[in-house]
């Protein structure tokens, strides 16, 4: 476990008291810049996802008590399900093409360290990698992302898996629950504006920034029930020479016909960037538009000539899990999971990240096992 990503660097501390966040949010919101909007939590029916929040209807502290965490990620803030690519008009006779609107500055209110510590592995691969993704890199950099860390565990987390932890530092801003109060921990420039915004400006003392610490230190000592069965040693990116091993096993004929091929992992999940592009003419005009899209649906790689790469669900279910947990740590040196647990949650098979987690580090193991009884 890399202990940089749980405990961080602060940069200033200070404490508020629990209740409303209006002031908190508002002083993110003026650090952020002119225009900014505010998303926090909010429930939609029997579904808890992200809105748009004004200041009378700014989420109290006590939401995070009772919240483990949001059934939809907040990843949709900067990846849209939907979102133009460009407009154009009078195709015929005057083309012209419109690009979309630079996006205003958001806050995002609360969101939990594995949201947090996602947004992390998709800058390395969309804004950091070898082709920048331009929508993407234009919603992070205008974002202001302030990390509620987690007072409890649910049934379905396994951050400790991942190499994180239920207060691991991530995002610009940390808040740590304490009684009555709430500590707020700067990580980046940005939080530190923002405490100096709340505070009119005054410092921590050294009592302070080690109450923090150590409360940091207590939420971390959690231990989640998913991430104790996982065994992942085996998968990580210093097992060199599995890949082949694992493509081939056996276990991805004896995992996939449960599979319904429904996407519901790839839509909840935080870390997962494919996308589909459309063209939507009407008449002379139309739109190009950017739409979430799954690995684990037949027609996702399909051809003109009608060529599929991978056509049966034994390859599609490999692909999700291989590039998880095998092919991304590889290139990367980190899982391409945090942990969140809404894979577990929502799959109505229970075809999952642990589960296929647990079998690939058996097969690993065995493979370590077969290899050095051969030397």
């Known amino acids: 476990m890399d202990a940089t990503r749980i405990t961080g660097a602060s940069l200033g501390a200070a404490r508020i008291p629990s209740g409303p966040l209006d002031k908190l949010a508002a002083a993110a919101a003026r650090v952020a810049g002119d225009g900014a909007l505010v998303f926090g939590p909010a429930r939609d029916g029997s579904v808890w996802g992200w809105k748009l929040c004004e200041a009378a209807d700014v989420p109290q502290s006590d939401l995070w008590e009772r919240l483990v965490n949001t059934d939809v990620s907040p990843k949709e803030l900067f990846m849209p399900r939907t979102e133009d690519i460009a407009r154009w008009r009078d195709r015929l006779r005057n083309l012209s093409i419109a690009e979309p609107a630079a996006p205003p500055p958001v806050v995002v209110l609360g969101v939990r360290p594995c949201d947090a510590a996602s947004f992390d592995l998709l800058d390395e691969v969309l804004i950091e990698g070898p082709f920048s993704d331009e929508s993407y890199r234009r919603r992070r950099g205008a974002t202001l992302l302030i990390t509620w860390a987690c007072g409890k565990t649910g049934p379905a987390c396994a951050c400790d898996a991942f190499g994180l932890a239920p207060a691991a530092a991530a995002g610009d801003l940390m808040v740590y629950p304490d009684g009555n109060e709430l500590l707020l921990s700067a990580l980046t420039p940005k939080g530190l504006e923002v405490l ?15 109450r923090v610490d150590a ?44 599979c319904l091929s ?10 997962c960037y494919c996308f589909a592009i459309n063209d939507e003419p009407r008449g002379g005009d139309g739109r190009r538009i950017r739409t979430w899209d799954s690995c684990q649906f037949k027609e996702f790689l399909s051809m003109a000539g009608g060529h599929n ?51 690939l580090s058996r097969a690993a193991a065995a493979a370590v096992s077969a290899a050095k009884g051969g030397e």
């Not at 100096?196 to 080690?210: I, K, N, P």
């Not at 429904?262 to 870390?271: D, W």
């Not at 899990?321 to 092919?327: A, Q, S, V």
């Open 196 to 210: 100096g915004d709340l505070t009119g400006g005054s410092t921590a003392g050294e009592a302070l920034t080690g």
């Open 215 to 258: 409360v940091a230190a207590a939420l971390n000592a959690q231990k989640t029930a998913v991430g104790r069965r996982l065994a992942l040693d085996d998968l990580t990116a210093n097992a060199a020479g599995l890949t082949a091993t694992l493509f081939s096993s056996d276990i991805w004929t004896e995992l996939s016909p449960r």
């Open 262 to 271: 429904c996407g519901t992992c790839t839509y909840v999940c935080p870390t």
């Open 309 to 359: 790469p991978r056509p049966s669900k034994v390859e599609r279910v490999r692909q999700r899990f291989m590039h998880k947990l095998n092919y991304h740590p590889e290139r990367y040196g980190k899982f391409l999971c945090v942990g969140c647990g809404r894979c577990i949650v929502s799959c109505p098979v229970g075809l999952h990240v642990a589960e296929v987690g647990e079998a």
